[in-house]
């Protein structure tokens, strides 16, 4: 009964917001948290992205607001999630901000009540409600991808692989590098994506190809730019996108099955040791400039509506990609790995 | 009049009581969870699970093959190179004998990224120039450093220094007579080398090879680096593994414990092997050794010299300094392409650098100090007899040695994670772990030195009622300057490359330089590794030589051959 007129009061609420929501109310940047902020002098930024963009992430925030450091920790996602869950037995509280590629670790992190709700007034109204929770605990950083990618002058265009099904041929058998979802947030969400749509016996079939198994999803674009590998099974498409750019013979491939699409949420920890640059951080990266900077330097799809996609990039809406699941990845994460493990021997 | 206390007593119990819990909290805790199910009740099925799932067996077979064969490479290699230094009139020996203590500078996890870029199937810059010189295809290889094969050679690589030493050490001591009276009664020179020369050091070869299968046995670093890749784990990279999330302590306990107790049996059979040497080279005083001279051979000696230290040593760092300037490892630099990138991004950008140089620097200087104090007192305690039960610190000062690093390191992290000492997550963990880690080498150098001063000397210094404590400060340390001084050199490089404990015990809070090039090893930015491992390599270098100028160059140098143990 009380079930039902709740259910019928949410449906006359605007899209996105529910009656349960324990979000607070948003926030701006003002010179009392840069104050407190400023007083902390510091803050540890715990992220998966690559540090060739996280650390000038941080560098322009610290020019921004003087005074305060950021101190990034850079590892895979699972890392994170392995290292924040040991510390907090432990009873050390280092992480301020956590930015994971593995958008399933929020579930848990909000269920242990260890994230504090924070909003600003540009995520509220410049962030699509899908990208955020309704309770205010985390939001969508910015959106990549997980790509195929090969380098130019080691397979011409005319033999490159259109997708996930042309890795099995032969012809590239020892020719393809490929991260690890034990390691990498966005090769977890990229492999229950995968497992989901072509299911496990396509990964059965792909560990016969000798494939270079390495942990980040920051390494194959490294690893194909080098000329090591010609292919990239997988890998964060900004960083192909960055060394094409560069000048390096990188082509990324849009797979014709789909492309695994991965948001990397963030969220202020609730025993952060600096609560206020915590906040100040966040309400930075999600402002439309802190945006506009990812997006010039990488081209990763923002998630503040207000900030447009990098140019030359094609439009995420573009892209035949699959679609992100967290409940499912935080389900299935254990089983992942280990059956991961098992197919490929590490 | 009063007699000063004398607190040797107190101090033997305070000393015995420290070792003790250094080594037998760590391991007590190895052996309660491997015999732990995840809720903590008592059970074998750890056991089971290590000796039937393929995911065990199979990193158990590979490491014992990848033992076996380091161990023969290694001999194959340093036996001929150590008898050509040691007994032979090779141009260039001394230097050829120092190059081979200097690779023992470079970390074994450094050198295998290095060969990486070197012999990587694709990318290496081995594999680009034999296409070059040849024309042979873009996709074959004439090396492929992600193999067992590769893995092998570098493990192999980075050990064989150690049984070099040793063998070069015992061929200087071992006595003239015998060879001459070789000769005298007609034998050709390749005769005797082969009859008497072999045989007088086959004892120590042996020994050699137990310590080269040891080292290969529990490193972490180079598989780490090139088995993942390749596809398959060894027995320390899958105990890492069992750390990921969701971590299973118990397993990885159980894990430990095959290595530990390989580890005790093989130092066994070791002291076995060097106790046999005894009667052959030991007694009396002997005449130096003949030289043989190698006549037209000598140059082709000085090739296959240069050829070997080119593996560990030439390579490498050529390797190293090119990614270093380079936006690319995989290309050749040239003036024009040349670039400062690496050097700004890892100091000027890398939030990681400056805390992780400051923790390893921290470390290096305490764990040295404390650890090069601590062995110095036990070993005066020992060498002197001070008090009954001298033997017992002797034994546990030593005992360490039979714990793998990242067996300690599982150890201490279970140890240390639970109140009342809940160290973990603070710099003194690691503390811990490289004292405990580095007690034996510095240990066994101190007690060797001790024997060199005679008890005279503080005998005279106790009968003018100085206690004993007094006479170890004002009378002994000081003879012992260059011997300590090179103990805490040696613990301090040793400290700085450590690798496979850290790993375990590092949080973000006290992650050292070591992790920190590992960590960029995972997200694959081998230009900011370059840079950081040069540093790295420099520090060492630079502590070495100061110490060789401070404390005698023979002294530190010996240590490394001891360091091995």
């Keep these: 009964m009380r079930r039902r007129t709740l259910l019928a009061s949410t449906a006359l609420l605007p899209f996105g917001a529910r009656v349960v929501s324990a979000a607070p109310p948003p926030e701006t940047i003002t010179p009392a948290l840069i104050e407190a902020a400023r007083k902390e002098g510091k803050v540890n930024y715990y992220t998966a992205m690559d540090l060739s963009v996280a650390e000038p992430v941080a560098r322009a925030f610290e020019a921004k607001y003087p005074g305060i450091k950021v101190a990034v920790e850079r590892t895979g996602s699972e890392r994170l999630f392995n290292r924040i869950a040991q510390e907090a037995a432990s009873k050390i509280y280092k992480v301020d901000v956590a930015n994971s590629a593995d958008a399933a670790h929020f579930l848990p992190w909000k269920r242990q009540g260890w994230l504090a709700p924070f909003v600003t007034v540009e995520m509220a109204e410049n962030v699509p409600a899908e990208q955020r929770d309704p309770d205010g605990t985390y939001v969508n950083q910015r959106t990549h991808l997980s790509a195929i990618a090969y380098n130019t002058s080691l397979v011409k265009p005319e033999d490159a692989p259109k997708g996930f099904a042309d890795l099995l041929d032969p012809k590239y058998a020892g020719k393809m590098v490929k991260a690890h979802p034990g390691y990498s947030g966005t090769i977890m969400t990229a492999t229950q994506q995968l497992a989901q749509a072509l299911g496990w016996g396509y990964f059965e079939k792909l560990a016969k190809q000798k494939v270079l198994q390495v942990q980040s999803a920051t390494e194959p674009p490294k690893k194909i730019e080098a000329g090591e590998r010609a292919i990239a099974v997988d890998g964060s498409d900004y960083l192909f996108w960055m060394a094409k750019e560069r000048g390096s013979p990188i082509q990324v491939v849009h797979a014709v099955e789909g492309t695994p699409l991965i948001t990397n949420p963030m969220a202020v920890f609730k025993a952060a040791p600096n609560p206020n640059a915590a906040r100040l951080l966040v309400a930075w990266i999600m402002s439309a400039e802190g945006q506009q900077f990812i997006v010039d330097l990488s081209g990763q799809y923002p998630a503040n509506k207000l900030v447009k996609a990098k140019a030359g990039r094609p439009a995420l809406a573009s892209i035949k990609t699959f679609k992100e699941d967290p409940a499912a990845v935080e389900k299935q994460a254990d089983e992942i790995k280990a059956r991961y493990a098992k197919i490929f021997k590490v | ?565």
């Excluded at chain 2, 001394?94 to 295998?112: D, H, I, N």
């Excluded at chain 2, 090893?521 to 540093?535: M, P, Q, R, T, Y």
């Design chain 2, 1 to 565: 009049m009063m007699r000063a206390f004398d607190a040797s007593r107190p101090v033997l119990i305070a000393v015995a009581a420290l070792l003790v819990v250094m080594i037998v909290l760590p391991v007590g805790w190895l052996v309660v969870y491997s015999l732990s199910d995840k809720d903590g009740g008592a059970t074998l099925g750890n056991f089971t699970t290590l000796f039937t799932d393929p995911t065990f067996v199979d990193p158990l077979i590979t490491t014992l093959i990848i033992a076996v064969s380091v161990s023969l490479l290694c001999c194959a290699i340093a036996a001929p190179l150590g008898w050509l230094v040691a007994r032979t009139d090779m141009p260039f020996a001394k230097s050829v004998r120092t190059l081979v203590m200097a690779s023992l500078v470079t970390p074994p996890f450094v050198g295998a990224i290095a060969w990486e870029m070197l012999a990587a199937p694709n990318s290496g810059l081995l594999n680009q120039l034999w296409r070059v010189l040849t024309g042979m295809p873009a996709d074959e290889a004439l090396l492929d450093i992600y193999s067992l094969e590769g893995l092998i050679f570098v493990i192999a690589c980075y050990t064989f220094p150690y049984v070099f030493i040793l063998v070069a050490n015992a061929l200087d001591r071992m006595p003239g007579e015998l060879e001459d009276a070789s000769s005298m009664l007609g034998a050709k020179t390749w005769d005797t080398a082969r009859r008497i020369t072999v045989p007088l050091a086959l004892p120590t070869l042996l020994a050699g090879a137990l310590v080269a299968f040891l080292q290969a046995l529990n490193l972490f670093g180079s598989p780490a680096i090139l088995a993942i890749p390749a596809g398959f784990h060894t027995l320390t990279t899958r105990i890492w593994s069992l750390f990921q999330f969701p971590p299973k302590p118990e397993l990885a306990a159980a894990a430990s414990l095959p290595l530990l107790i390989l580890t005790v049996l093989l130092l066994r059979a070791q002291a076995m092997a060097l106790g046999r040497r005894g009667y052959a080279v030991l007694g009396g005083k002997y005449g130096e050794p003949r030289l043989i001279r190698l006549g037209a051979l000598k140059w082709p000696a000085v090739g296959l010299a240069l050829v070997v230290l080119a593996m560990p040593l030439f390579l490498p760092y050529a390797a190293l300094f090119n990614s270093a300037f380079s936006r690319v490892a995989s290309r050749i630099i040239s003036v024009e392409t040349a670039t400062l990138h690496n050097f700004r991004f890892t100091f000027l950008e890398l939030s990681s650098t400056m805390p992780a140089l400051k923790n390893t620097f921290l470390l290096a200087v305490s764990s040295a100090t404390v650890g090069a104090l601590l062995a110095l007192l036990i070993a005066y305690i020992v060498a002197r007899q001070a008090v009954a039960g001298h033997r017992v610190l002797g034994f546990l000062a030593t005992a360490p040695l039979a714990i793998p690093g990242i067996v300690l390191g599982v150890g201490l992290f279970l140890a240390y994670t639970r109140p009342p000492l809940t160290l973990y997550g603070t710099l003194w963990i690691l503390l811990i772990a490289f004292v405990t880690i580095e007690l034996p080498a510095a240990y066994q150098q101190l007690s060797s030195a001790f024997h060199a001063v005679h008890p005279e000397l503080e005998e005279a210094g106790r009968m003018l009622g100085a206690t004993r404590l007094r006479t170890l400060a004002d009378i002994t340390a000081p003879l012992l300057r260059s011997a300590v001084i090179a103990t805490w050199c040696f613990i301090f490089v040793a400290v700085i490359r450590e690798l496979s404990a850290a790993v375990i015990l590092f949080t973000s809070d006290t992650k050292v330089l070591s992790v920190l090039i590992f960590d960029l090893k995972e997200s694959g930015d081998v230009g900011a590794i370059a840079v950081l491992s040069l540093v790295m390599v420099g520090i060492t270098t630079v502590v070495v030589a100061a110490a060789n100028r401070l404390g005698g160059a023979r002294n530190a140098g010996r240590l490394h051959a001891r360091a091995v143990g």
